[in-house]
């Protein structure tokens, strides 16, 4: 078995785009050898900003031998159809071919044995071609050619069962055929001019190595965290957690150097935020924090590159840079807070939320008439607290500084709105509201940050469904599921009773001039309503609860407390796990499916009340006495909240169901008893399903 080992060396790679790249060149060549039966062992791709490789080991070093079959015309067929058929598959006489026999007629079959190939002579078309399929988010072409690539491609190296694979990849135009070669280069500036052969993977890896470049970012990235965790460490502090930056900062560097440099003490009264923000959006710098969680004046940066005086000229060139980042944020800061944020509401009349649905100033009438009712369903919600809040949560959008770093929105605001000696509840509010935004982001927990998020949620969701601007397939342009979600967290993890009907109609009735077409409050409610069931089988979906069970709660129709909800179908997953649930749970199917029987035979629907004079059996008197005590306990225990009591009304019910399955005929040929029986089975299902509808339950 023999090794392949392709190197693809360019400009610098964006950071963002090489791991997807890597993994796509491995899956297409993965695809391509195994359909030319050469399908390896394994395969395996790396990275850095210059390069990808893959490596696929254990694989043949021939192509198997293989028979090739093609059916003909039938014996007999005219003298036209059989000289078509030898003259496409280069017969001289059809008597070079096998009769076989298909169906009780005979047809003439080519037979042909094909030598595999030696892997070296199908492996070059095949690795150019997986080449030139690799797709790219964004890429490049030369004028004169279609042909494209992320970056100018320098070099294409290929090594097979250690020698040197002849081959070429061509782009066609002035970029040329690249001829496949068996070495690269190490480090821009460490190894320049530096050649690394290439003749097995273990010898490539250890040979870039000593020419400066770590070609796995797994071990990039565990060097850059080590190194920064010896900075913070030797200076008394800890790194601030930022695994996004991490992984980008691995994709800019083959040889990281971690330093740390200091950030001037003028600008450490700046807000935290905009301190850190700054540093990593422009220069991918770390933040380190004290023990008490400050952020401290130190600042690491990756250099790929080492020097001869230990980073010194590398740190004060950065400082330098970050000095000119910070006076820009500290001009921002400042200009910003000469203009109140009240007063800065007018102008979001000149920012367009949606061309069918307003402007912002628009929204943010909405969503404080929005804030304003909520605020009584929130214990402890203050209505004119929450109308300010809301009033001044999207003034930041027009501020200077979030206007540099649009992630600060929101951030920024509860800091000017603090800086103006607005309530902390309010301001915390602001800078809570368009949160969770995420299933890591914190959820709110304040009652005024609670009502402000919620309202702001509510009203893109209603907006964009009334427009029809739903999510479709995986394409949600304006983050409804996200939204969804948020709402369903701030529900849940505060245990907030909201019902959605009305919360779903009451933001509604904030878009008074809705264009033609504009969907109606009852369709809008409902269609949410449904969006929200799928939502909340995805968010329950990480603690394994079925899919199912919440559809059997959500099809009743009269739920749409996101808390009750939750908790009735945690009450139903733990009866149905119940014996008692699941004998039930059959004892139902089996009622359901006699009474639909009977029903579609019969044209008569078998709802009307049971008539205890008709029962001839005891089972049955035993099982029409149950049902009614049990509907009744289940249904005060359903008001009450009190879920899993209701569950264990409906239990109840196991021992007469089943006795009157075991001893009771149904279809018995007197008409008025077979009726009141079928009537029974009905009444089981309808009590049942207070509860659930259990029709929906699967398994």
Known sequence: MAELLIELLSEEIPARMQARAAADFARILSESL??????????????????????????????????????????????????GFMGANGLTSIDACEIRTIKGADFYFVVRQIEGQPATAALPDLIAESI??????????????????????????????????????????????????????GHRFMASGVAVAMTNFKAYKTAL????????????????????????????????????????????????????????????????????????????????????GALAPVF???????????????????????????????????????????DRTDALGSVVFHAKLGSVLDR???IRKLATALSGQVEGADAAMADRAAALAKADLTTGMVGEFPELQGVMGRYYALAE?????????????????????????????????????????????????????????????????????LALENALALNLRPAFKLAHAGYAALPPGGGDAETVAEDLLQFFADRLKAHLRAEGVPHHHIAAVFALGDEDDLV????????????????????????????ANIVSIEAKKDAVAYEDPVEPALFKQDEERAL?????????????????????????????????????FEKVTVNVDDAPTRANRLRLLSAIGATMREIADFSEIEG
Not at 155 to 181: C, E, H
Not at 637 to 654: I, K, P, Q
Request: aromatic share 6%; hydrophobic share 45%.
């Open 34 to 83: 195994a359909d030319a039966s050469l399908k390896p062992e394994s395969v395996n791709a790396y990275a850095t900003p210059r390069r990808i490789a893959v490596v696929a080991e254990g694989m043949p070093t021939r192509q198997p031998d293989r028979q090739e079959e093609r059916r003909g015309p039938r014996v007999g067929a005219p003298e036209k159809a059989l000289q």
């Open 132 to 185: 030139l399929a690799i797709p790219w988010p964004k890429s490049m072409r030369w004028a004169d050619t279609e042909r494209r690539y992320v970056r100018p491609l320098e070099r294409v190296s290929v090594v097979f069962d250690g020698a040197a694979l002849p081959g070429t990849v061509d782009f066609g135009g002035a970029a040329g055929a690249k001829a496949f070669g068996a070495e690269t280069v």
């Open 209 to 292: 190595e000593n020419a400066y470049v770590l070609l796995d970012p797994a071990d990039r990235r565990a060097r850059i965290a080590d190194g920064l965790s010896r900075i913070a460490d030797a200076a008394g502090l800890r790194l601030k957690s930022d695994p996004a930056l991490l992984d980008e900062v691995t994709g800019l560097v083959e040889w990281p150097v971690p330093l740390a440099g200091k950030i001037d003490d003028a600008f450490m009264d700046l807000p935290a935020e905009a301190l850190t923000t700054s540093m990593r959006s422009h220069q991918k710098y770390f933040a380190f924090e004290t023990t008490d």
């Open 300 to 342: 690491g940066v990756v250099a790929n590159i080492e020097s001869a005086d230990d980073g010194a000229r590398i740190v004060a060139g950065n400082e330098r840079v970050l000095r000119a980042r910070l006076a820009d944020a500290r001009f921002f800061w400042d200009q910003d807070r000469k203009t109140p944020l009240a």
């Open 364 to 366: 943010v009438t909405r």
């Open 421 to 489: 000696a607005e309530a902390p509840e309010v301001a915390d509010a602001i800078r809570d509201h368009y949160a969770p935004q995420g299933p890591s982001d914190a959820c709110p927990s304040a009652p005024i940050s609670i009502v402000t998020a919620l309202a702001e949620k509510l009203d893109t969701l209603a907006g964009f469904f009334a427009i029809d601007e739903k999510p479709t397939g995986s394409r949600d342009p304006y983050a409804l599921r996200r939204a969804a979600l948020g709402v369903i967290r």
């Open 564 to 591: 009750r909800i939750v908790g009735r179908v945690h009450a139903l997953g733990a009866f149905l796990a119940s014996e008692d649930g699941g004998n039930l749970l059959i004892a139902f199917r089996r009622a």
């Open 624 to 660: 029409a006495e149950a049902l009614g005590p049990v509907r009744t306990e289940a249904a005060a225990a359903l008001a009450a909240g009190r879920f899993a009591e209701a569950m264990s009304a409906l239990a109840r019910l196991r021992q007469p169901v089943d006795a009157f």
